[in-house]
Structure formats: C-alpha cells, structure tokens
C-alpha cells in the first residue's frame, strides 16, 4: 500500500474535535509541577492564535532534538494522567516517549509522574493528537502508536466526534513507520467494532490477531450474551433512545464470527478508567495491527 497522501495543515477547529474543554487551571502539586518541570519535559508547540490544542501551519517537531538522543519512537495519545506512557517508559528505556494530551492538568500530573520515577524518555505535548499528525510529527517516523480508552461519544449524533475515524486511520498510517504497530483499547463495543471496520477497510494495516477470539471466545459476543451495555451507569437506556452497544444489546442477540482482537496488551498497567469499567462488568477490547 502507498503512502497516504500528505495531509495538507487544516484550519484550527474546521473539523469536530474529539475532546471537549475540561478545565485547565492548575492548583496546588500540579501547579507547581507545572511550572518546575514543563522546561524539562514539555515540548513546545507553536500554535494558531494562541489556542492552545493548535499547531501552527508548517511546524515540524525535531523528535531527536526534543529527548536529545535519537531512539525509536512510541507515542501515546490520550494519555489521561500518565499511568501508561510512565508505566511503558519504565519498560522500554531504549525508547523514546511521547505523550499527547489536550488536558492540561492531565500532563502536569504526568510530569510529576516522569520526574518522581526519574524517567529521562518521556517527553508531553499539549496537543491534539489529530493536528499533530496532520505536520507536527514527521512522516514514518513512528515505531509505535498507541490509543487506550478514548473518549466514547456514545450518541450517535456525536459519533462524528470519535476520535479513532476514517481520518485519523489516515493520520496514523501516514506517521507509523513502515511495520510500525498500532495499539488500541477500549470498553465500549460500538466503538471497538467501529475501530476495528475503519482500521481494517483502510488498507494501511495488517490486523495482527486477524480472525482470533471468535464465537464464544469474543469479547464482543459476550458483551451481546451478558447485555451488559444497555446499561449506562447503571441506569437502564430508555426505550426509543439509541443504544449504546452495536445494536446488539440484548442477550443472546448474535455470535461474533469475524472476531480479530487482540490479547490484553501487556505494556498496558490498569488505569482508573479500566478499573471503572471493569467495576460496571463491562469487556475491554485490544485491538493491534502492523503498517504495511
Ligand atoms: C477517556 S480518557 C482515557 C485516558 C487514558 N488513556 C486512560 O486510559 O486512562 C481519554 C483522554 O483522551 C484525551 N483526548 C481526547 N481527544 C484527544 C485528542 N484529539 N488529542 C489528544 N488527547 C485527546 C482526553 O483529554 C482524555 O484525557
């Protein structure tokens, strides 16, 4: 498969974003952390108009230069409060770490993270990961891509504001290196089945799991058998309103005979919204693929 074609820099907000603004003030430990250690650990970005997700047209992130050393490179988008990306640099000390958040108090919990494990291959950005990829990361310079727990968007009104879509299969295939590998997870079955479509159809990645856990053994089958997604927060959905699920909410409603997920990705630790999940009795899908 060839190359995607470059994806010219977009205008800032054109498109729906898949986050919304949560707060940004910082207070107290995260404050401070904030302004000790965005020095060391915080990638400068230069923006559009001061908005502060944004990357100005044309900038191009010199990766060796911002860990200073070159070593092949994994980032993480949606980093939450940095559980995994310093969880995964613990790991792989021969790896260079990048953490991309739009949260602000999210990355300042981050680098305290990355300063109190002394960790020196973890580097934040304050972006979206979506812009980033359209120029700020270099093409093919990526060794691995991971997308853990993004946020759900459940209406189907909002699904256009799911951040794992047609355009950022193309994003992610134009900054993975050639064998590069894609990792996703997350709780929400429609979701998983929608990554799984997209990531497939695109023809940019080879599913490494491909046609594995079917039947029975399919998370999303047992999601289907336990129906346990037609409850939100415990809450049944209200009759006449979307379901949460694929549709296949109730139980016993279909078999999962494509399967194609992954086993639970070791390098992942269990974060709070895992835990939260798991809690409510629901599956957690992996998904891993290899750039053609
Ligand atoms: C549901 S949380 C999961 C956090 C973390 N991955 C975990 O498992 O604990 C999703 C995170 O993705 C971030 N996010 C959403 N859209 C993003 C984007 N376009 N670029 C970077 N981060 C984004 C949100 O701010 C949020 O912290």
Do not use: C
């Not at 504001?161 to 950022?168: A, C, I, M, P, Q």
Request: aromatic content about 8%; cysteine-free; glycine content about 10%.
């Amino acid at each position: 498969m060839d190359s995607p074609a470059e994806t010219p820099d977009q205008p800032f907000r054109s498109h729906p974003v898949s986050f919304v603004r949560r707060g940004s003030r910082l207070q107290g430990r995260r404050r401070e952390a904030w302004d000790d250690l965005a020095e060391q650990f915080l990638v400068a970005v230069p923006r559009v108009a001061d908005a502060d997700t944004s990357v100005a047209p044309g900038f191009v992130l010199d990766v060796d230069a911002a860990f200073g050393r070159s070593a092949p490179l994994v980032i993480e988008v949606g980093s939450g409060l940095g559980e995994a990306v310093t969880h995964a640099a613990e790991l792989e000390p021969d790896r260079n770490h990048l953490a991309l958040e739009v949260y602000r108090p999210g990355l300042a919990q981050t680098m305290l993270r990355i300063s109190q494990r002394g960790l020196t291959n973890v580097r934040v950005a304050q972006v979206d990961a979506a812009a980033a990829f359209a120029g700020m990361i270099p093409a093919s310079s990526v060794a691995e891509l991971r997308t853990f727990f993004p946020d759900p968007w459940h209406k189907v009104r909002h699904h256009k504001r799911r951040l794992v879509k047609e355009d950022y299969v193309e994003l992610a295939a134009r900054v993975l290196a050639p064998g590069g590998i894609f990792r996703l997870a997350t709780d929400w079955s429609s979701y998983a089945v929608q990554m799984r479509t997209v990531i497939g159809a695109s023809g940019y990645f080879e599913n490494l799991h491909d046609g594995e856990r079917t039947g029975a053994d399919s998370p999303l089958t047992q999601v289907w058998e336990s129906g346990v997604e037609s409850v939100v927060g415990g809450a049944p959905v209200r009759e006449g309103k979307d379901p949460v699920s694929t549709g296949n909410t109730g139980v016993n409603e279909g078999v999962d005979t494509l399967g194609g997920w992954a086993p639970r990705f070791e390098g992942r630790p269990l974060t709070s919204f895992e835990n939260k999940a798991l809690t409510a009795g629901r599956m957690v899908f992996d998904l891993g693929y290899r750039r053609r």
